[in-house]
Nanobody, 125 residues
Framework: QVHLVESGGGSVQAGGSLRLSCEAS????????MCWFRQAPGKDREGVAA???????TYIDSVKGRFTISKDNTKNILYLAMKSLKPEDTAMYYC???????????????????WGQGTQVTVSS
């Protein structure tokens, strides 16, 4: 069982930066794959970035070069550092944990058993 709590969201102007955190509690956290999803109003939830247990990361094209996913296994915290934010990044951001790495299906919501409650990111132009 893994319990996830996100924080760090807020309102920024375009071009600004934020760092989201996702604190995990429970066993075997370091063995899970972790993913950040986001959901904008009226849109489907989409995978933004994921990190496998060994530390390799993957991103959707629209955030490559702007977002960085990382984790601190000693503190059980997942991060998403976001820079050069755009209005289209506005969404509720969720972290999720899955029991293994899913390769090409890393952004499949159904693969992730554990979810946080979300943190809102709003980017104004």
């Amino acid at each position: 069982q893994v319990h996830l709590v996100e924080s760090g969201g807020g309102s920024v102007q375009a071009g600004g930066s934020l760092r989201l955190s996702c604190e995990a509690s429970g066993s075997k956290y370091s063995g899970y794959s972790m993913c950040w999803f986001r959901q904008a109003p009226g849109k489907d939830r989409e995978g933004v970035a994921a990190i496998e247990p060994a530390g390799s990361a993957t991103y959707i094209d629209s955030v490559k070069g702007r977002f960085t996913i990382s984790k601190d296994n000693t503190k059980n915290i997942l991060y998403l550092a976001m820079k050069s934010l755009k209005p289209e990044d506005t969404a509720m951001y969720y972290c999720a944990a899955g029991a293994r790495w899913y390769g090409g299906s890393w952004d499949d919501l159904a693969k992730y058993a554990y979810w946080g409650q979300g943190t809102q990111v709003t980017v104004s132009s």
